[in-house]
């Protein structure tokens, strides 16, 4: 997601002020001085505008939002600012700009703005509280004065604040806000060193002396949602800290030499790290749609979806940081072990992780799996001859749904398992005579000739209303590998049959020992006159029962690398010397087949692209593929299915059970933030960044999470192979478990995944 320009500008601006610091050794620094702030370094936050970002312009501000607030919390959490931004400078203006102007709010926001006034909100009275209704804090009123008695935990800034906005509850349940300075008479102080090393007071209030500020529900209204802002700035914060230190992990495991080789190039240290920056993507994924989304409605059920994901991510990684460093990052001399400890304090403030996750799934309304239908006009056109650029996108997905809802059948959506070229032949053909079959060709192909926005709407769509996905690598691949590669006499001979279903393509990569590593295939194709004889095997071809043809890689040249000795042709399967051999899974579906070639003839035409130029040609189909391969419709339909077999067995009652659900659910969410990024960079034009490969692994795992929860939670029925339907359950059990482990296998295994990101986005030494 590109950031605008005010929010870039914020950023750098606090990069730039928080690094012309040492701001890791003020933290040491205030530590030994007993865990305060510096009130001239606060003077400078306040002249940078940061305390200001949240004001309106009609009370001083520059009337700016929690998207330029999380870029300098970020920031914050990069550098380890030690002075609480959060505490300090976002929670009180927060609550003081929701309240009505006039009177003390209006000073006291003057004078925090101005950085002469360091206050805090008090709220909490007991660890672990997420609301801040009902406070014990008891409050007599007399006039504006307020005396105020009992106790308030877990207050930031402590020493050295010049005053706390404080929530109390009147004799007659009235809520109050008032204003405690800190000098007031019946207020005591009792200071506990925080595992930051910061201070955390708690607040006796004894009789103690206050000024009302606000009362009433508008009061406590505008406490919850100052409570969730800070929390949204909070997990910014967290998520900064998960940032650097993986950046600063990456470096010393380049660096540090252990068995005479950077310990970096230890791949099981290489696929933790990357499993530490699937975390901080996933952060920030969750973080990015958040924010994007924050309305007052959701603004409870984001914050504490953010603050699961952020606390969660900082945590993992500062304390596997904390492991890869070894005994130096145990020392509090060395800078990874502060960037824990401040992780493990936020992480713990304004309720934790498995807090947030509860909170959510009590909040969040659960969206459909299934996209709901729109009315759509009397008579549909489904013509291909349409602006498809000029469309808006939800007229365009309602269009595609009422073409679902016209031609699919109703029965055969969200199919257990892949189907078969007998099975998926007439919906095949149905796309093929509306001509919607090839919606990423363009129109001098027969396509549609989608613009990649629709083209990814069109693809949602598709997974959203269950449909069953055909055979369709001649669509997919070998089409728009025509297209860029192939002569034209290639395009007239191969793309009209591919739409009329007289061809039926499959992939020929894998072999018994070039699975994952497709430039070790040795299947040899040898040139003869005008043909290639072709010699070996290929396996794990999907659809290869069905394949009228085959486009595949062969080994053209063994004396180079084995990248450059590679060619990419095209296989009729009908040639002579070609035994196909069915391969049964695990679910007892003949998905997979092997396939010999003992002397093959394929004409010299046949090949794609330049002669042992064919790694070219198959790079070209990655990135795409692990953008479909990472979507998350597989792990909502079976998070749909979990939740549902969990109301009908009561699951939910068990508070195991469904704190496993909410993380799952989380997952399944951040999942999808994480695609509508990559998505994102698709509609746009633009390359797929190697990243995507941490779709295509969080997708699957995620998949594979839920399908093990649904088959625990069907009990005895996990232990039958067919579609369940009694008066207890109806649907299949096992299938997504089956359909998970080979999701995690093909397009690349999860493990060379890892070392993909390792490689080329850590960039880890080999």
Not at 419 to 428: H, L, M, P, V
Not at 677 to 684: H, Q, S
Request: glycine residues 8%; aromatic residues 8%.
């Amino acid at each position: 997601m590109v950031e605008n320009e005010s929010i870039a500008m914020f950023r750098d601006s606090a990069a730039g002020f928080l690094g012309a610091t040492d701001q890791r050794q003020r933290v040491r620094e205030l530590e030994a001085a007993g865990g305060g702030f510096d009130r001239a370094s606060w003077g400078e936050i306040a002249e940078l505008g940061w305390l200001s970002i949240l004001v309106s312009e009609a009370d001083g501000g520059l009337g700016l939002g929690v998207p330029e607030l999380v870029a300098i919390a970020e920031e914050a959490g990069r550098y380890l600012l030690p002075e609480p931004l959060v505490d300090a400078g976002v929670h009180p203006v927060a609550l003081l700009a929701r309240l009505a102007s006039g009177g003390l709010r209006d000073t006291l926001l003057a004078d925090i703005q101005s950085g002469a006034l360091v206050a805090g909100v008090a709220w909490q009275e007991t660890a672990g509280a997420l609301e801040p209704a009902d406070p014990r804090v008891t409050a007599r009123m007399q006039g504006d004065q307020v005396t105020l008695t009992g106790r308030k935990l877990f207050v930031r800034p402590g020493p050295g604040a010049d005053g706390w906005l404080v929530s109390a509850q009147t004799a007659d349940a009235s809520f109050l806000l008032c204003w405690v300075a800190a000098e007031a008479p019946g207020l005591r102080l009792e200071n506990e060193c925080g595992v930051d090393g910061s201070a955390i007071a708690a607040l006796h209030l004894d009789q103690a002396q206050g000024q009302l500020i606000a009362d009433g529900q508008s009061a406590l209204a505008a406490l919850s949602q100052a409570n969730e802002i800070a929390r949204i700035a909070q997990s910014a914060e967290l998520l900064g800290i998960a940032r650097r230190t993986l950046e600063l992990t990456r470096d010393y495991l380049t660096t540090r030499v252990q068995f005479g080789k950077p310990i970096g190039s230890f791949q099981i240290l290489q696929h933790r790290s990357v499993d530490g920056l699937i975390q901080v993507e996933l952060a920030t994924a969750c973080l990015r749609e958040g924010v994007a989304a924050l309305t007052e409605a959701n603004l409870a059920a984001t914050a504490s979806r953010i603050k699961a994901r952020c606390a969660y991510a900082a945590t993992e990684v500062t304390r596997m940081a904390i492991q890869m460093h070894g005994a130096i990052g145990t020392t509090n001399e060395y800078d990874i072990g502060l960037y824990f400890k401040r992780a493990m304090a936020l992480a713990s403030r304004w309720g934790n992780a498995a807090g947030h996750r509860g909170r959510w799934q009590k909040l969040a309304v659960t969206t459909a799996t299934h996209s709901p239908v729109e009315t759509a006009k009397a008579t549909p056109d489904f013509s291909p001859d349409q602006d498809w650029q000029a469309m808006p996108e939800p007229e365009f997905r309602a269009l595609v749904r009422a073409l679902f809802a016209a031609h699919y059948p109703e029965a055969r959506r969200h199919m257990p398992y892949r189907q078969t070229w007998a099975e998926s032949r007439d919906w095949y053909m149905t796309l093929s005579h509306l001509g919607w079959l090839a919606p990423a060709w363009p129109r001098q192909y027969g396509g549609l000739g989608l613009p990649a926005d629709k083209l990814i709407a069109y693809i949602e769509e598709t997974e959203a209303w269950g449909v069953a996905r055909s055979p369709d690598q001649g669509l997919v691949m070998i089409g728009p590998i025509l297209m860029r590669f192939g002569t034209e006499e290639q395009r007239q001979r191969f793309l009209p049959k591919v739409l009329a279903g007289e061809h039926v393509w499959t992939q020929g990569y894998s072999e018994p020992n070039a699975g994952s590593d497709l430039a070790a295939v040795r299947t040899e194709a040898v040139l003869d006159g005008d043909h290639f004889v072709v010699n070996g095997q290929k396996t794990w071809t999907t659809w290869g029962s069905d394949g009228t043809h085959m486009f595949m890689l062969v080994r053209t040249d063994k004396t180079v690398k084995k990248q450059a000795g590679i060619s990419f042709v095209l296989v009729d399967l009908k040639s002579p010397g070609i035994t196909v051999r069915p391969i049964r899974n695990l679910a007892g579906e003949q998905e997979f087949c092997e396939v010999f070639f003992d002397d093959v003839r394929v004409p010299r035409e046949n090949l794609v692209g330049e002669l042992n130029q064919g790694w070219t040609v198959a790079k070209a189909l990655l990135g795409f593929e692990r953008l479909f391969t990472g979507s998350p419709k597989h792990s909502q339909h079976t998070l749909h299915q979990v939740e549902m077999l969990a109301r009908q067995r009561g699951l939910l009652e068990d508070a195991a059970f469904a704190a496993r659900l909410a993380e799952l659910q989380l997952d399944t969410a951040d999942l999808g933030a994480a695609y509508a990024g990559f998505a994102e960079i698709a509609k746009r034009g633009d390359p797929i960044p190697p990243t995507i490969s941490m779709l295509k692994i969080w997708s699957t795992e995620t998949y594979e999470r839920l399908a093990l929860l649904l088959i625990e939670s069907a009990q005895d029925y996990g232990a039958f192979r067919d579609h369940c339907q009694t008066d207890e359950i109806d649907l299949h059990v096992v299938a997504p478990l089956f359909n998970a482990m080979n999701a995690k296998i093909f397009a690349g295994s999860n493990e060379i995944q890892r070392n993909i990101l390792a490689k080329t986005v850590l960039e880890l030494p080999a």
